[in-house]
Every structure is written in C-alpha cells, then in structure tokens.
C-alpha cells in the first residue's frame, strides 16, 4: 500500500476491510426503538436527542459493538437534515457520512468525520474494528481519491484504481490516523 495522507492508503479495491475476527458485529435497525432492548434507557434518551437536535428524520440506524463488553459502541444514524443551509459545515457532512456518535458506559458523543471526506462526498463507513485489541474503536472510512481521466488503456492492467480508505482509531474521545502498519493487517476480500 502507498500512504497517501495520514490515515489514507490507496488501495486496489473498495472492499478493504480489516479481518472479520476483528471487525465489531453490525445490528441493522429500521429505527432507534429497534435498538430499545441494545441500549440502556438513559443511553437511548441522549441519542434520541442528538438525533431530534440535528433534526434527522427516521431513517436507518446501525449499531456496532465490539466483542469487550466494556468497548465504545459506536452507532449511526441516516441523517440528512432538511432544514441546514448549503453553507452550514454540517451540511455536505451530512452528504458524505451519518449522524455517527460514540457510546460509552453513560455518555454519547457525535463523532465528525467531516474533516476525513473523500472526493465528491462518496465517503462511508465501511466497518469498524479493534485490529490491535486495545479497546479502542477503529473507523474504516473508504471512498474516491482520485479522479480517472483518460482512456482505459492509460491505467495498465490493473484499471485505474482510484478508491482509497482512511483507518481512524478512537483514543481518549478523539479520532487520530492510524499507523500504516496497523492498516497493512487488513486483507483483501
């Protein structure tokens, strides 16, 4: 893999993802009351008004939970807010990536991944992990990084491969690139 930024590698397909015994398990949910039985009653009430503040209409709701109990879950929320204006940071935020928030124990806290968009908002949230098994939530956000102009036969027989990804690790509630070796764990699926 070559380092593009801190955190952004290229790689040769989208689908990059960390080893699935490492990945946190995902609980797809229509709506938050799905979650009701998953989350503490005072957890629930603090993302519900995250998601009322944000103005986030009921839309899909994802859940990822490490295999230790006491690991930070993290939870998204689809979120595209009608009532921001184009020029409000939150807005093209919104585009690219949900309404994401951390839980743990008893606090919740949104997470920005604005400042680690992609090209043209096609960032997403491609898993979550703990590759090094520190407790510690890793974020593997993919998307495009580069554009392809050209003809095809310009690119070589690889095609032109313009997908990267960004591995961000969660440490004392604030998300730092990982090391490169940490993401050269990973395996192509």
């Given at each position: 893999?070559?380092l593009?930024?801190?955190g952004?590698q290229?790689?040769d397909?989208a ?5 699935p015994d490492?990945r946190?398990a995902?609980?797809d949910?229509?709506?938050?009351a799905?979650l009701?039985?998953q989350?503490?009653?005072e957890?629930?009430?603090?993302v519900?008004s995250l ?5 986030c ?8 939970r ?10 998204t ?6 009532r921001?204006a184009?020029?409000?940071p939150?807005?093209?935020a919104?585009?690219e990536?949900p309404?994401t928030?951390v839980?743990?124990?008893d606090?919740?806290r949104?997470?920005d991944?604005?400042?680690?968009a992609f090209m ?12 090094d098994g ?8 993919s998307?495009?990084i580069?554009e392809?102009?050209g003809?095809p036969s310009d690119y070589?027989?690889?095609g032109?491969?313009?997908e990267g990804?960004a ?6 509630g604030?998300?730092?690139p990982?090391p ?10």
């Amino acid at each position: 893999m070559t380092l593009l930024s801190p955190g952004l590698q290229a790689s040769d397909r989208a689908t990059q993802l960390p080893e699935p015994d490492v990945r946190y398990a995902v609980i797809d949910a229509g709506s938050l009351a799905e979650l009701s039985e998953q989350l503490a009653p005072e957890v629930l009430a603090q993302v519900e008004s995250l998601v009322r503040a944000r103005h986030c209409p009921a839309g899909a709701v994802k859940l990822y939970r490490g295999a230790a109990a006491e690991a930070a879950r993290i939870l998204t929320h689809t979120c595209f807010p009608p009532r921001l204006a184009q020029d409000d940071p939150r807005f093209h935020a919104y585009l690219e990536y949900p309404l994401t928030l951390v839980l743990e124990q008893d606090r919740v806290r949104e997470l920005d991944l604005s400042p680690h968009a992609f090209m043209y908002e096609s960032g997403v949230l491609s898993a979550v992990s703990d590759v090094d098994g520190n407790g510690q939530p890793e974020l593997w956000l993919s998307g495009q990084i580069c554009e392809c102009d050209g003809e095809p036969s310009d690119y070589g027989p690889e095609g032109c491969q313009c997908e990267g990804i960004a591995v961000l690790e969660l440490r004392e509630g604030v998300l730092s690139p990982r090391p490169p070796a940490s993401a050269s764990s990973a395996s192509v699926q």
